[in-house]
């Protein structure tokens, strides 16, 4: 459990750091460097590879982890790993084919409203394969123990890499052609890079002779395939979406706000590493007080820290778009739809893990694939009436959705809910400081105004938080932060 812990440890600290690159990258340097149609073609061909990279992978990552274990000789492994590397092929080849064949109504389908995206489709095409293996090989370093490496060149290494592509950009030492070649370029290098360090934990000798339980790898392989997809699907498709209904800029503006509004649940995201064990070894110990525990306490903890984080977002907002270009302040409903799905979405606790864990995790798989065909339905709907925030409101209408059938799935299949009356308390909390603090406003420096109005609002939230013990791992984390005082 040492190494575990250790390395959890080590990965959130990457994955905050990785944040705050990103942040640096999405709320200055693009939006200062780069014009707001050239902005909005990277997110589109980005978000285009990362929906295409699920469906390449074949579902190889997980399957790599689900199976790993049950390979016990030698020989068996190698047909295993061998399985591994060759069954993404069974899609690339044929997609890069029919991408080939059939490339004019392709490009035709995706420029229908920007025409500037039609020369960087295979920019698309290369970068989700460059994902899809990079993923394959991160897997591989992850089934033996070794995850921090990974994490590093998937939270920070091409974000650092377009870090200094964008400095170049500005000093004129490339231009904009080449900055979206060397874009292509860092992804392929990052997908090397990673295959070096997988081999170097274990040399593959390419065999044909497969496992035994084949049919059953591809047949999981094949419904992980649903599940990948229709999770990068939610976070993704709405940026491609939007260039082809509205003008290619609205997509860095959208962009932007989405990146804000995300920053709700990077702790989500760093808590679920910690849980996603937990949840799996208090299910196989069928310890069902244990597990509802675990439920309620994320659950709370999440919607805490996810609610304090959405306020001091939505309240400082004004503050944060006068840092930015004027343009980009078409993004501020787009701030409060997203943010309040990220919040939603934390409150829910450890419930995918539950699902995923469990022998229900076929039904998460469906609910996901359900999910994605709504939200493109709905994107098809609001976009054209409502542009950007019909965009954003398509994805809190959907997240919602999910998160309620996730809700009563959970409540009927487990008889447990992840809401208790501490639940309510906070609510009430969170009405109360926005109440309070929508009507501070100070006339300072914008970044001023941000620090000082956020001061205020962390120590009357965590001050009210304490004093009512509305929750025992918040107070026992302030107590400990005392001690080293």
Known sequence: MGIVLKQSFQNTLI???GFGIGAINVLFLYTNFMTEEYYGLVNVIVSAAL????????GVPNTLVKFYSSVTDGKSMDGFLSMMLLLPLVLIIPIALLSYFAYDLITAALSIENEMIKGYIWYIFKIAIALAYFEVFYAWARIRMKSVFGNFLKEIFTRIGQTALLLLLYFKVIDVHIFLTALVGLHVARMLIMKCYAYSLRMPKVTFSFPKNASAIIKYSGLIILGGSAAVILLEVDKVMINQFIELKNVAYYSVAGFMAVAVAVPTRAMHQITYPLTAKLLNEKDTAGLRQLYQKSSLTLFIISGLLFLLLMLNLADIYALLPKSYS???????????????DSSMGNSNSILYNSDYYRAILFMGVGLAILTILLNFWLIPTYGLNGAAIASFIAFFVYNLVKLFY??????MSPFTAATMKVSVLLLVTAFIFYFVQFQFHPLLNIGLKSVLMIVLYVGVLFRFKISDDINGMIRKFQQRE
């Open 51 to 58: 929906i295409l990279m699920p469906i390449l992978a074949f």
């Open 15 to 17: 994955t905050y750091l």
């Open 330 to 344: 078409a993004g501020i409903q787009i701030v409060f739809w997203i943010g309040l799905a990220k919040v939603f």
């Open 410 to 415: 959970i409540q009927k299949k487990f008889k």
